[in-house]
C-alpha cells in the first residue's frame, strides 16, 4: 500500500508513555510487514513527524492492546521508536 505521495504508507503509534511506547515496538518487532512503514512515539517525541495514519493510545493500564498476530501484517525491519 501507497500513502498520498507514492510513497509506501507511514502509520504513527502515539503513546503517552515511554514504556507503553516499548511495549507497542516490542510487539511489532515481531510481526510481518507489507509495505507499510511503522513509527512507535511518545506525545513529546511525536512533534514534527507526519502520517498517513495515527492512532494514539491515550489509556493508562500495565500493558497496550493490540490485535492479534493473524489480523495484522507490519514488519520488523521498517518500525522505529523515536
Known amino acids: 500500500m501507497t500513502?498520498?505521495?507514492g510513497q509506501p504508507m507511514v502509520i504513527l503509534?502515539?503513546?503517552m508513555y515511554k514504556t507503553q511506547a516499548h511495549?507497542?515496538?516490542?510487539?511489532l518487532d515481531s510481526m510481518v510487514h507489507d509495505g507499510?512503514?511503522?513509527m512507535v512515539c511518545t506525545?513529546?517525541?511525536?512533534q514534527g513527524?507526519?502520517?498517513?495514519?495515527?492512532?494514539?493510545d491515550?489509556?493508562?493500564t500495565a500493558l497496550p492492546v493490540l490485535?492479534?498476530?493473524?489480523?495484522?501484517?507490519?514488519?520488523?525491519d521498517t518500525c522505529s521508536v523515536c
Open 3 to 5: 500513502g498520498h505521495n
Open 13 to 15: 503509534i502515539i503513546a
Open 23 to 27: 511495549f507497542y515496538q516490542v510487539a
Open 36 to 38: 507499510f512503514l511503522i
Open 43 to 46: 506525545v513529546d517525541s511525536s
Open 49 to 56: 513527524y507526519t502520517a498517513d495514519h495515527i492512532f494514539a
Open 58 to 60: 491515550f489509556t493508562r
Open 67 to 76: 490485535l492479534p498476530r493473524s489480523a495484522v501484517s507490519v514488519s520488523h
